[in-house]
Antibody, heavy 118, light 108 residues
Framework: EVQLQESGGGLVQSGGSLRLSCVGS????????MNWVRQAPGKGLEWVAS????????YYADSVKGRFSISRHNASRSLYLQMNSLRVEDTAVYFC???????????WGQGTLVTVSS | QSALTQPPSASGSPGQSVSISCTGT?????????VSWYQQHPGKAPKLIIY???KRPSGVPDRFSGSKSGNTASLTVTGLQAEDEADYYC????????FGTGTKVTVL
């Protein structure tokens, strides 16, 4: 069974930093593109970042470019999102999601809540 | 890249059909056959129900179907059931990945 488990969310002040983690199991983690997608309270989904299988290429939404960094460690089946210079508008549930191909997200974690206070 | 446009709400009685539109541009929905649909129940993670416009992942009932014409994709749910009450989001990959604004489906 494919499982994704996020952790690392919490309350942080505006301008602060936070690092999210996601551990995958039940599939070949090293062979999968991985992504972060977020959802602000009561709002829709927003793609945040993607990373290729070997971590050599990363892609970001304009809203987080230059502030967030996606990375992975295949040996520990882990995906990360380093979030710096956090803003109130970054408050959201952050999901990690596996990419089956062409940004089709076939498996999702349960999400971790990040709250940025002013 | 702007969010794809979906109607805020749709509804139907049990057993009826409901269709949801997803309108983009000729740079995303109209350019590629990489339209996906996700179902999200309150407090839960999204679930993939349609990919590549009309394909269903294993385990998704055939009551769910997808199509596309020009810059607009559509999700149709036939034989509505109580458990279909949820939020539905489309997405398209065209350079970047963009989601739709979301549609709340209510089963009357």
């Amino acid at each position: 069974e494919v499982q994704l488990q996020e952790s690392g969310g919490g309350l942080v002040q505006s301008g602060g930093s936070l690092r999210l983690s996601c551990v995958g199991s039940g599939f070949s983690f090293a062979d999968a593109w991985m992504n972060w997608v977020r959802q602000a309270p009561g709002k829709g989904l927003e793609w945040v970042a993607s990373i290729t299988q070997d971590g050599s290429e990363t892609y970001y939404a304009d809203s987080v470019k230059g502030r967030f960094s996606i990375s992975r460690h295949n040996a520990s089946r882990s995906l990360y999102l380093q979030m710096n210079s956090l803003r109130v508008e970054d408050t959201a549930v952050y999901f990690c999601a596996r990419d089956r191909a062409f940004k089709t997200f076939d498996y999702w974690g349960q999400g971790t809540l990040v709250t940025v206070s002013s | 890249q702007s969010a794809l446009t979906q109607p805020p709400s749709a509804s139907g009685s049990p057993g009826q059909s409901v269709s949801i539109s997803c309108t983009g541009t000729n740079s995303d929905v109209g350019a590629y056959n990489f339209v996906s649909w996700y179902q999200q129940h309150p407090g839960k993670a999204p679930k993939l129900i349609i990919y590549e416009v009309s394909k269903r992942p294993s385990g998704v009932p055939d009551r769910f179907s997808g199509s596309k014409s020009g810059n607009t994709a559509s999700l149709t749910v036939t034989g509505l059931q109580a458990e279909d009450e949820a939020d539905y989001y489309c997405s398209s990959h065209g350079g970047s990945t963009v989601f739709g604004t979301g549609t709340k489906v209510t089963v009357l």
